[in-house]
């Protein structure tokens, strides 16, 4: 998925009455049977499964609920018994819940079709909505009382600690990351026998697509996003993976890079777009500003020259499955899409 938006936003700070209540419990504490392990720090002192304490009372002894251990990008998040209500704070935990059969108390609004991407509507359009991905609303969170929240180091790494005081809260790493958003739910959730089952059939719905390609592939494909005022290449992200998994390569240009890709200003920089096929999605202002910079470059003399171009393999793709969503879902449907292109 896109690294959705370059320029930091500053996250809301607390509410003085916000800020109260979580004092008090950072203080006080809580039930072990709903508190996160905090900090990296706080969470090596949990304790192991073997060392869930019980409770004793007249008719005998009564085993506490089970007390689990779940690694994640920020450390390790002590849980007992299983989440029932669960907060998204990303776009890819949205679809993820919805792959799950599961209802979140909040999640937050989309990039685009706001508040809530047209496949997703019908499940989650009538969701509490908490905000955006960068700024994300702490006291509504608070008000929702949920048992786990879901939220990526990305964009959330500076209030992990915040978040952690009002519940339990386990992260992935990057946004596009949506294979460690799956586990992260099975794991968080005790739910690994669905997310299996979700693997499984996306590994099957790879191996139908690469044996009908055949020996059609390799394909070197570029990634390309038009904006009004610029156009990107990405090098890496959501939708590259994917088309390395299914099979595509990349230009030896874009290949091992390290960083996320590169924008491109002026139209002497049309040969690195240069591949078998361009994936191109936009990303349009109000005033059609993408579509005309897509017009701009692709009259100028040098697109002529490029062979996806010159083979007709220029395709427009929907830009909420292959870049905005980051989901399991989002997936599936743009695996649908390239079927589309490749009958």
């Not at 008090?24 to 392990?37: F, H, I, K």
């Not at 935990?93 to 979140?104: E, H, M």
């Not at 394909?219 to 998994?245: P, S």
């Not at 230009?251 to 590169?262: C, H, I, L, Y």
Request: glycine fraction near 6%.
């Amino acid at each position: 998925m896109r690294r959705l938006a370059l320029r930091q936003r500053m996250i809301r700070p607390l509410p003085i009455a916000l800020l109260a209540l979580l004092l008090v419990l950072a203080g006080c504490g809580r039930d072990e049977a709903s508190t996160s392990g905090g900090s990296p720090a706080a969470a090596s002192d949990a304790r192991p499964e073997a060392e869930v304490s019980s409770s004793s009372s007249s008719s005998g002894s009564v085993s506490g609920p089970e007390v689990r251990i779940v690694k994640h990008a920020m450390g390790e998040t002590k849980l007992a018994g299983t989440p029932k209500r669960i907060v998204s704070l990303y776009q890819g935990a949205n679809d993820v819940s919805v792959a799950l059969g599961i209802k979140p108390v909040g999640i937050v609004e989309s990039w685009i079709q706001k508040p809530v991407y047209d496949y997703l509507k019908k499940d989650l359009g009538d969701v509490p909505q908490l905000g955006t991905e960068d700024q994300p609303n702490l006291e509504a969170v608070y008000e929702l009382k949920p048992d786990v929240i879901f939220a990526t180091k990305l964009r959330h790494e500076k209030i992990y600690d915040q978040l952690s005081k009002i519940a339990p809260t386990v992260m992935i790493d990057q946004v596009y990351d949506w294979k460690d958003t799956v586990r992260l739910f099975g794991e968080t959730l005790n739910a690994t026998d669905k997310t299996d089952a979700l693997m499984a059939e996306w590994n099957k719905r790879v191996a139908d697509f690469k044996a009908k390609m055949r020996d059609r592939l390799p394909i070197e494909a570029t990634v390309a996003n038009f904006r009004a005022d610029h156009v990107r290449i990405y090098y890496n992200g959501y939708a590259n993976d994917i088309l390395k998994e299914v099979g595509f390569g990349q230009p030896a240009s874009q290949r091992d890079q390290t960083v996320w890709g590169v924008q491109l200003t002026s139209k002497e920089a049309i040969p690195d777009l240069n591949a078998d096929v361009i994936f191109r999605f936009d990303w349009e202002d109000e005033n059609g500003g993408a579509e005309k910079m897509y017009g701009e470059w692709s009259k100028h003399p040098l697109w002529q020259t490029l062979d996806a171009v010159k083979n007709d393999q220029v395709y427009r793709v929907d830009d909420v499955a292959w870049n905005f969503a980051g989901g399991y879902l989002s997936a599936l449907d743009m695996l649908d899409e390239l079927s589309s292109f490749y009958p």
